[in-house]
């Protein structure tokens, strides 16, 4: 007999839970749908550039703005408004592909919207889930969303690729628009008893407290920093060094292998993290973090392929648990009225310094050599994810709530 985990048992939980599911795979096919759709539609790889920037930038611009939102009014009707926001943009951008309509100006402006209602998005799906699971539960529940979105994400991207070659790319992104139209109505099914306090302030005093929360929480803003570090050092060198030197130095089957392994490392970790627990959360996800630069560093020794495989697999289990570890250690110990804010800090702050990497990448391969390059950053990136663990404020925290 199946035993249902005891988050879901939770009638609170479970249609969240559902509707995020759903969302997640239409995003893991989004990308890729997307991507062909486009690259079909008009032949110019430029115009795939456009796109996906539209649709980034003003994710980055309007999170301090969703974040001072979502605490701000009920993070569900967030969720809500924004699922058929979403579900109106990717439609729309479906409607055209299939329909032979094609411009990339207004592909693009709808992209632009999709990235502005996201920025509203994220920072409420991070702070709603203590309100929909009990507090005891949360590393539970952290675990659970973990572990499917990683199982989905290895399946969309592939259901995408088959429904693009079977009917083309419209319907592909039509299908991700239809997902996210599913998750409303499970998110309308969402009883949420409590919900941020009102408040009299303007939006610009809701993101000028949310940078006085972060900075009133050391531990948070310590953790911040070193993923603004593991970032820069890792998103730009890995997706470039990684996919050349894995694809040259082992073949180009290789590359798509390391990187299903990588996803398996996570989704076995994810799963883990069910059982395990830690009274100390932080210190023992930076101790993992220790893992993380391990591939970087196995391809910059030029390591055997099986060596390969293996530091990636380790590193999938770090990086889970280290993510699982600092959501559940922020969810427990950020006042419920501040915890989109420090969120959507959270990810302005370590996001930004992704492009400064993917900038930095090329100069300093063709100054010292793409192996050198990957293997000093597998070096700093496991350094940097390890750091804060000297900090008292990191060692010390523990899993008890703090009180609203």
Not at 15 to 28: A, E, I, K, Q, Y
Not at 347 to 368: E, N, R, Y
Not at 378 to 402: C, F, H, K, N, Q
Request: charged share 10%; hydrophobic share 55%; net charge positive.
């Amino acid at each position: 007999m199946i035993r249902v985990p005891a988050p879901l048992r939770d009638p609170r939980f479970r249609p969240f839970f559902t509707g995020r599911l759903v969302s997640v795979l239409g995003d893991s096919m989004a990308v890729v749908a997307l991507s062909l759709a486009v690259l079909g539609a008009s032949g110019r790889p430029g115009d795939l550039g456009v796109v996906l920037a539209a649709q980034i930038l003003p994710h980055l611009v309007l999170l301090l703005v969703g974040g001072a939102v979502a605490d701000r009014w009920s993070r569900r009707v967030v969720l809500l408004w924004s699922s058929l926001g979403s579900a109106a943009t990717q439609g729309a951008v479906a409607a055209l592909l299939i329909n032979g309509h094609y411009s990339l100006g207004i592909v693009a402006g709808l992209q632009l919207l999709n990235g502005a209602i996201g920025a509203f998005s994220s920072p409420a799906l991070r702070g709603i889930v203590p309100e929909v699971v009990p507090e005891t539960l949360l590393q539970q529940a952290n675990s659970l969303l973990s572990s499917t979105q990683n199982a989905v994400r290895i399946l969309g991207p592939t259901v995408a690729a088959l429904v693009v070659a079977a009917w083309g790319g419209g319907w592909a992104v039509a299908l991700d628009a239809l997902s996210f139209l599913v998750a409303s109505v499970f998110l309308a099914r969402v009883p949420i008893t409590t919900r941020a306090p009102a408040s009299n302030s303007t939006l610009l005093a809701g993101i000028s407290h949310g940078w006085a929360a972060l900075r009133a929480l050391p531990w948070a803003l310590t953790m911040i920093v070193s993923f603004a570090v593991v970032n820069m050092v890792n998103v730009g060198p890995w997706n470039v060094l990684g996919a050349d030197i894995g694809s040259h130095g082992y073949g180009d089957a290789a590359w798509g292998i390391i990187l299903s392994v990588r996803a398996a490392g996570l989704l076995v970790a994810s799963i883990a993290m069910y059982r395990l627990t830690f009274r100390r959360l932080l210190a023992a996800g930076r101790l993992a973090g220790l893992l993380i630069g391990l591939p970087l560093v196995a391809l910059g020794r030029s390591a055997p392929l099986p060596v390969v495989l293996g530091a990636v697999f380790v590193a999938g289990l770090g990086f889970t648990l280290a993510g699982i570890t600092w959501e559940t250690a922020l969810q427990a110990n950020t006042p419920r009225e501040d915890l989109s804010k420090v969120s959507s800090y959270d990810d302005v702050l370590s996001f930004a310094a992704i492009p400064v990497g993917q900038l930095a990448v090329g100069p300093l391969t063709q100054a010292f050599g793409s192996h050198t390059v990957a293997l000093w950053c597998g070096v700093v990136l496991s350094l940097a994810a390890a750091a804060p663990v000297l900090s008292r404020s990191v060692r010390d925290l523990r899993t008890e709530p703090t009180s609203d």
